[in-house]
């Protein structure tokens, strides 16, 4: 049964920081492209930064990027994202995805609101 489990989300002030995790079973986790996008209402969703196989490879949205870090360990089929400098614009609900040729899975948001 594959599973995308997100955790860390929550009520954090303006600068500040926050570290999400996403715990995946059921695949083969160091196989797949991991992509964190978010969601806030009235908006569609939005690919946050992603990460490769092995982690070499990272990408960011600009409205992130110098803020936010995305990383893994394979040895614990964990990817995370540690996210700074947090501004009320970057309140949404936050999901893991990931990808290999035609797997596709999501976990069910967890939710980061920024204010003060």
């Known amino acids: 049964q594959v599973q995308l489990v997100e955790s860390g989300g929550g009520l954090v002030q303006p600068g500040g920081s926050l570290r999400l995790s996403c715990a995946a079973s059921?695949?083969?986790?160091?196989?797949?492209?991991m992509n964190w996008y978010r969601q806030s209402p009235g908006k569609e969703r939005e690919l946050v930064a992603l990460?490769?196989?092995?982690?070499?490879?990272?990408n960011y949205a600009d409205s992130v990027k110098g803020r936010f870090t995305i990383s893994r360990d394979n040895a614990k089929n964990t990817v995370y994202l540690q996210m700074n400098s947090l501004k009320p614009e970057d309140t949404a609900a936050y999901y893991c995805?990931?990808?290999?040729?035609?797997?596709?899975?999501w976990g069910q948001g967890t939710q980061v609101t920024v204010s003060s």
């Open positions: 059921g695949f083969i986790f160091s196989r797949y492209v």
């Open positions: 995805n990931g990808r290999f040729r035609d797997n596709d899975y």
């Open positions: 990460i490769s196989s092995n982690g070499i490879i990272t």
